[in-house]
């Protein structure tokens, strides 16, 4: 018996535990609910998709599939692996992939992945290992919007009510970590799955810390209680000394999202385009870069980032006109009798965006618009400003995948209680063009409607488009094993080792 308590003893002293750091509690840890940042990331760790990228971020390979093949344009068979068990030691089938498609096509399940479905004519289970996908016609993304996490069919269907699904909060997946402790506003504890197909994580527990205050953050990552952070720019360049960089390694990369400030189309005010031009001629871009990143970013311009099929360069931010801006803002029936006034709304989750609304405030007040700014805890935030699109204008950033599908932020469609379309933007031109790219298989002709979509976008000011930061990276030396790749430092994490 003292040897087994010395031998359990022991095994405890040498698990290794990862630190990271959550700025809120989850919402939902169902992969296909789960759309604030704490819930896309922990859930990551959780479940796993069809397919994913590989390491370059350019080719498509299996993930729960072993293969998969085009039968024909519009049908494609995946293979899944086999041997693959749910957290509770259950098989995965293809009845699970089957029942994942349901739910997303459900009308009582609001995901953002019902959009990327609506083109998909049928699937069909061929055995417990395979299943076929068959489209309404060609889909530039067809492989692409099988990155979702599968979830389990056999406790799940179980469930009346999968939104307020207890599943939420005790979510069983197939990914490389399991579940084992949520206290909400303390810590999220994940541990290593043993019977994970690729191989058992070589990291034994990870552990999120939630913690709301920025500063907070910085400063357990400072003191080495938490292992992998981001960074930002003012923390990068005036808060490190040489003893944190004797402890972390830095990956410094233009991020794959971008800043704006979004106005509600759905209030008259912001549908006048001369009042959405002045605001945007009434914004310095470069010196947001300049003061707030320490120009560890650039100015973002459009709907698609640099670097990607769709983004269109010969758009041009505008340069700063306050004599023009009024100009328009007069045009529209504004004056200094009767000024333009609304109200910025923003979360502090974010160190940067509240001191950018205190800018873009001040440089809006030199050409007559009195703003109001509201900021707010995350989880408030997107629960009463933006989820019933109670707001006049929101800052915010989109995280843009590597096939990005304008048909969930910009088309007509979206636009609907739990879609992305958040500011309610509306233009012919644009669904029309957004239909027709979906609907073809040329790259280069994908390529040439997005630099159109990108143009008409920009042109409409639907947001204000601000800047795409560069993500400031900073991982313990005490990790092994960490590959630097054009996505980030998380490729092949569950070979990580903690020394």
Known sequence: MKFLLLLVQSVWLIASTLHLSASSNPARLNPLIATDSASSSISGFLFNSLVKYDESGKKVIGDLAESYRFLTPTLIEFKLRRGVLWHDGKPLTAKDVAYTYELIRSPKVVTPYASDFRVV?????????????????????????????????HILEKESDVMGSRFNTAPVGTGPYILKKLEFSKQIVLEANPRYFEHPPRIDRIVFHVIADPMT??????????????????????????????????LELPSHSYTYLGFNLRLKKFQDPRVREALSLAIDRQSLIDLLFLGHGNVCTGPFLPGSNGYNGSIKAPDRNVKKAKALLKAAGYDEKHPLTFEIATSNSNMIRPYAAEIMQRQLAQIGVKVTLKVMEWQAFLNTVVAPRKFDAVLLGWALSLTPDPYALWHSDSDVPGGFNLVGYRSKTVDRLIEEMEGSVDPQKIAALQRRIYAKIAEDNPYLFLVIPNDINVYSRSIRGVKPTVNGIWEDYISWEKK
């Open 121 to 153: 004519k049928s699937l069909s289970v061929i055995d417990d290992y395979t299943v076929r996908v068959a489209y309404e016609k060609p889909y530039f993304k067809a492989l692409e919007i099988w990155m979702m996490g599968i979830v389990p069919r």
């Open 217 to 250: 953050r910085f400063l357990m990552l400072k003191s080495n209680q938490i292992d992998v952070s981001a960074l930002e720019p003012m923390q990068y360049e005036r808060q490190l000394d040489k003893a944190f960089h004797k402890q972390f390694k830095t």
